[in-house]
């Protein structure tokens, strides 16, 4: 009989424990700030904007606030530092986890966060050529690699995604193809189509939407396109509403074993107390299935996929295993 007593009593303290959240967290007339160390207008923005319009349905009354620094690290250490209340959001990649560890930033995500929620299971890029390049697949690009007197070059944000997304595409299909390549700082993505298209540069990757239009004007070609597992050309022309050619395959129809799975994940400052982390990702969780959101993130090209924390928290450390075992196999690691 005390057995049950205690265990009614547990029951009746965690629900009291979760009611008395609900009231002070995400309440009508409370607002909810997501710092994005990221340039508004650009895609991590965007995504953010359409997440926050669906939450603003799903939370009447509660103000979701969007503040944006051109500097990622502005944003970072805001994010980081601000108060553990449940009421201070920002959003990662595994992308700034790689950016540190190459010694691009002060804040590694590992350390100043907790890692709340996966959004997005990631979006398919185009990997692209100049017009006029003597290789119009990826097969074709690796013969070219290794037989031309020429190294192509690759623009590429050095130590970030960009980056490793060509590093270990190539160190899958033959390490020894990333040293007969060129790679150099491209920047944003304006600048790679900007580079590719008046042949400063022979290769970049970029989304799909820039892909398809540049294309269409005759300024580079389509070699294939990388990302998540589920991305393949139909999948993809399904996700952002276009009829595909065979040149948007993706490296997986085109014979190699390789995706590049990197999701959008929600954040809250290291140390916040777990019941808040719990409720912040319950109420994340109930995107799944909002119109909103999953027109947005299609329109955004994002594959939706929010995970409860057991599953986000597993995801996030895959990634992370993958890209620092990368870095530390290709001696990148300029910061442990």
Same mark, same amino acid.
């Given at each position: 009989?005390?057995?049950?007593?205690?265990?009614?009593?547990?029951?009746?303290?965690?629900?009291? $424990? $979760?009611?008395?959240?609900?009231? =002070?967290?995400?309440?009508?007339?409370?607002?909810?700030? #997501?710092? *994005?160390?990221?340039?508004?207008?650009?895609?991590?923005?965007?995504?953010?904007?359409? !997440?926050?319009? /669906?939450?603003?349905?799903?939370?009447?009354?509660?103000?979701? +606030?969007?503040?944006?620094?051109?500097?990622?690290?502005?944003?970072?250490?805001?994010?980081?530092?601000?108060?553990?209340?449940?009421?201070?959001?920002?959003?990662? @990649?595994?992308?700034?986890?790689?950016?540190?560890?190459?010694?691009?930033?002060?804040?590694?995500? =590992?350390?100043?966060?907790? !890692? *709340?929620?996966?959004?997005?299971?990631?979006?398919?890029?185009?990997?692209?050529?100049?017009?006029?390049?003597?290789?119009?697949?990826?097969?074709?690009?690796?013969?070219? #690699?290794?037989? @031309?007197?020429?190294?192509?070059?690759?623009?590429?944000?050095?130590?970030?995604?960009?980056?490793?997304?060509?590093?270990?595409?190539?160190?899958? #299909?033959?390490?020894? %193809?990333?040293?007969? +390549?060129?790679?150099?700082?491209?920047?944003?993505?304006?600048?790679? %189509?900007?580079? !590719?298209?008046?042949?400063?540069?022979?290769?970049?990757? $970029?989304?799909?939407?820039?892909?398809?239009?540049?294309? /269409?004007?005759?300024?580079? *070609?389509?070699?294939?396109?990388?990302?998540?597992?589920?991305?393949?050309?139909?999948?993809?022309?399904? %996700? *952002?509403?276009?009829?595909?050619?065979?040149?948007?395959?993706?490296?997986?129809?085109?014979?190699?074993?390789?995706?590049?799975?990197?999701?959008?994940?929600?954040?809250?400052?290291?140390?916040?107390?777990?019941? #808040? +982390?719990?409720?912040?990702?319950?109420?994340?969780?109930?995107?799944?299935?909002?119109?909103?959101?999953?027109?947005?993130?299609?329109?955004?090209?994002?594959?939706?996929?929010?995970?409860?924390?057991?599953?986000?928290?597993?995801?996030?450390?895959?990634?992370?295993?993958?890209?620092?075992?990368?870095?530390?196999? %290709?001696?990148?690691?300029? +910061?442990?």
């Amino acid at each position: 009989m005390k057995k049950i007593i205690a265990l009614l009593l547990t029951v009746v303290l965690t629900l009291s $424990c $979760c009611a008395a959240l609900a009231d =002070e967290i995400w309440a009508p007339g409370k607002t909810v700030f #997501i710092d *994005v160390g990221a340039r508004a207008g650009g895609g991590t923005d965007l995504i953010i904007r359409y !997440i926050t319009q /669906a939450l603003g349905e799903l939370n009447p009354g509660v103000n979701f +606030v969007v503040n944006n620094y051109d500097v990622a690290d502005v944003g970072l250490g805001k994010a980081a530092f601000a108060e553990p209340n449940g009421l201070n959001l920002s959003v990662v @990649s595994v992308g700034n986890v790689t950016n540190y560890h190459f010694g691009s930033s002060n804040f590694n995500p =590992e350390e100043v966060f907790t !890692i *709340v929620s996966r959004l997005t299971a990631g979006g398919p890029q185009a990997y692209v050529a100049t017009a006029g390049a003597p290789y119009s697949n990826f097969s074709e690009l690796v013969e070219y #690699i290794r037989t @031309s007197d020429k190294k192509v070059k690759i623009g590429v944000n050095m130590g970030a995604l960009s980056h490793l997304s060509w590093l270990s595409a190539f160190n899958t #299909i033959d390490p020894e %193809l990333n040293n007969m +390549v060129n790679y150099v700082q491209s920047g944003g993505e304006a600048d790679k %189509l900007t580079n !590719i298209a008046s042949g400063s540069i022979d290769l970049a990757n $970029c989304s799909m939407n820039n892909a398809i239009a540049y294309e /269409a004007d005759g300024k580079l *070609v389509v070699l294939g396109i990388i990302g998540p597992e589920a991305a393949t050309r139909e999948s993809t022309g399904a %996700l *952002v509403g276009a009829e595909l050619g065979e040149q948007y395959a993706s490296l997986k129809e085109q014979g190699y074993d390789y995706s590049l799975d990197v999701g959008t994940y929600m954040t809250l400052p290291a140390g916040t107390d777990p019941a #808040i +982390v719990e409720y912040v990702n319950a109420k994340l969780l109930e995107l799944n299935g909002n119109e909103t959101f999953e027109n947005g993130m299609k329109t955004m090209g994002q594959f939706t996929n929010v995970t409860n924390l057991e599953e986000t928290q597993a995801a996030w450390a895959a990634e992370v295993d993958e890209f620092v075992g990368l870095m530390r196999d %290709l001696d990148m690691m300029v +910061v442990e």
